[in-house]
């Protein structure tokens, strides 16, 4: 764990917050919900291989942890008119899509 990640007790398994770099300008906190591969997932899908590989990520641009309410350091600087992008990359088929 390094120091850009937020420690909770209360996420749920699969989800973690993690922020960008404190001098990135384009500074922002990911809640990262992904979705690991069981042993029953790989014999149902084939185009995944290990246990453990992600079927499905999605991240969100957040300022405050969903989970515990905490306010995430390091926000007051970014500009709420432009955050809260989000997307989704689906790994369970050939071709991977990011939506
Ligand atoms: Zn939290």
Redesign the pocket.
Known sequence: MNNNT??????PEGVF?ESSKDEDPEFSWLLYIKREASESDLEENHYLENEGDPIWTTMLEVIF??????KLPGTEKINKKSYGKFSHIDSGSWSGKVF
């Open positions: 937020h420690e909770c007790n209360y996420l917050l942890c969903p989970y515990c309410g905490e």
